[in-house]
C-alpha cells in the first residue's frame, strides 16, 4: 500500500514568512511523529499525535512551531516568522499503533521536506 | 537521558568487502533497535527492527545484532555494493519517540 507521503518536498522561504508543512501518514496509522533534521545529523524529535490528540510536543524549538493533525489522519506543521536556523529537512513518521506496554511499534518514514531559510 | 552514537562517521569500503557499522547507547533499558538507510535528499527506510529479547535480525545480506547489557548494536553488511552507499542510523526508542545516531556514511566503490 502507498506509505508516508509529504508536501511540498522542497521548500524555499524568505525570513520572516510563514509556512506550513503537510505529513499524510499510512492509512489507519494511529500514531504520527515530526522530527526535524539538520544537515550532516540524526533526526531530532518534534512532536507525536495519537490520533488526534497531540501527546507530546517537547522537541519543538519555539512558540513559533506549531502542529496539528485535527481528525486523526493528516497533520500539518507550522513554523511562524521563519529564521534561518529552521532550515532543514522535516521528517514525518507513522506507526501501526500508540504505545501499548511501553512497547514501540516499527516507524515509518516519509521522504520529508527541506525546508531553506533565505 | 537517551544518547545514541555510531561509529564510524564514514566509511570507504571497496565492492565486495564485508563491513560492520556500530552504535551504542546510554540507557539500556530500551524496547528494541532501529536500523535505517537514507539515500541523498530521501527519507529514512528501516533496514531492521530488533526487539529487545532478540540477539540478531537478518535481512539477506544485512544482519543487526543487539547486546543490551552493554548498550551496543552492530550492523554487519556483507559482500557490499555500490548500491550500499547510503547513510545508516540506528535509533532506538525513549519516551514518545526515536532517539537517533548521527549516522554513519558508507560508500562502497566499484
Known amino acids: 500500500g502507498a506509505g508516508v507521503s509529504q508536501s511540498p518536498r522542497y521548500k524555499v522561504a524568505k525570513r520572516g514568512q510563514d509556512v506550513a508543512l503537510r505529513c499524510d501518514p499510512i492509512?489507519?496509522?494511529?500514531?504520527l511523529f515530526w522530527y526535524q533534521q539538520a544537515l550532516g545529523q540524526g533526526p531530532e524529535f518534534l512532536t507525536y499525535?495519537?490520533?488526534?490528540?497531540?501527546?507530546?510536543k517537547s522537541g519543538l524549538p519555539s512558540d513559533r512551531f506549531f502542529a496539528e493533525r485535527p481528525e486523526g489522519s493528516v497533520s500539518t506543521l507550522k513554523i511562524q516568522r521563519t529564521q534561518q536556523e529552521d532550515s532543514a529537512v522535516y521528517l514525518c513518521?507513522?506507526?501501526?499503533?500508540?504505545?501499548?506496554?511501553?512497547?514501540?511499534?516499527?516507524?515509518?518514514f516519509g521522504p520529508g521536506t527541506r525546508l531553506t531559510v533565505l | 537521558k537517551q544518547e545514541v552514537t555510531q561509529i564510524p562517521a564514514a566509511l570507504s569500503v571497496p565492492e565486495g568487502e564485508n563491513l560492520v557499522l556500530n552504535c551504542s547507547f546510554t540507557?539500556?533499558?530500551?524496547?528494541?533497535l532501529q536500523w535505517f538507510r537514507q539515500d541523498p535528499g530521501k527519507g529514512l527506510t528501516s533496514l531492521l527492527l530488533?526487539?529487545?529479547?532478540?540477539r540478531e535480525q537478518t535481512s539477506g545480506r544485512l544482519n543487526a545484532s543487539l547486546d543490551k547489557s552493554s548498550g551496543r548494536s552492530t550492523l554487519y553488511i556483507a559482500a557490499s555494493q555500490p548500491g550500499d552507499s547510503a547513510t545508516y542510523l540506528c535509533?532506538?526508542?525513549?519516551?514518545?519517540?526515536?532517539?537517533f545516531g548521527a549516522g554513519t556514511i558508507l560508500r562502497v566503490k566499484s
Open positions: 513518521a507513522s506507526s501501526r499503533t500508540g504505545l501499548a506496554g511501553g512497547r514501540f511499534n516499527e516507524q515509518f
Open positions: 492509512s489507519g496509522h494511529v500514531s
Open positions: 499525535f495519537q490520533n488526534e490528540a497531540q501527546l507530546d
Open positions: 540507557d539500556s533499558a530500551i524496547y528494541n
Open positions: 530488533i526487539q529487545s529479547s532478540q
Open positions: 535509533a532506538v526508542p525513549y519516551g514518545n519517540k526515536l532517539v
